[in-house]
């Protein structure tokens, strides 16, 4: 079983930063993030996979938004920059024991929000 916990959301102004963590027990061999607006569609962010340390990011935020996680430690950092006020949504962490595609992912966190003003 793997449980997750989300910290760190809040409000800021646009082109402000924001670091996300995703702290878990279990042991998940990969974890990923991933947001939902009001009335939107859910969003991919990236993931990662702690045995190769591979790290995969979604178009939408590639070169803004940096996950990292130190080898042995039980929390995963979303880092957040330049954020935009369509940045705004709920973000939730997810993760499993199979690396298969990141949607079908068993476990999530509650969620932490993130609003961005402009």
């Known amino acids: 079983q793997v449980q997750l916990v989300e910290s760190g959301g809040g409000s800021v102004q646009a082109g402000g930063s924001l670091r996300l963590s995703c702290t878990f027990s279990?042991?998940?061999?990969?974890l990923g993030w991933f947001r939902q607006a009001p009335g939107k569609d859910r969003e991919g962010i990236g993931r990662?996979?702690?045995?190769?340390?591979?790290?995969h990011y979604f178009d939408s935020v590639k070169g803004r938004f940096t996950i990292s996680h130190e080898k042995g430690e039980n929390t995963v950092f979303l880092q957040m920059n330049s954020l935009k006020p369509e940045d705004t949504a709920m973000y939730y962490c997810?993760?499993?024991?199979?690396?298969?595609?990141?949607?079908?992912?068993?476990?999530r966190g509650q969620g932490t929000q993130v609003t961005v003003s402009s």
């Open positions: 997810v993760a499993d024991t199979r690396c298969g595609r990141f949607v079908d992912y068993r476990y």
């Open positions: 279990g042991e998940p061999n990969c």
């Open positions: 990662i996979i702690f045995g190769n340390g591979h790290l």
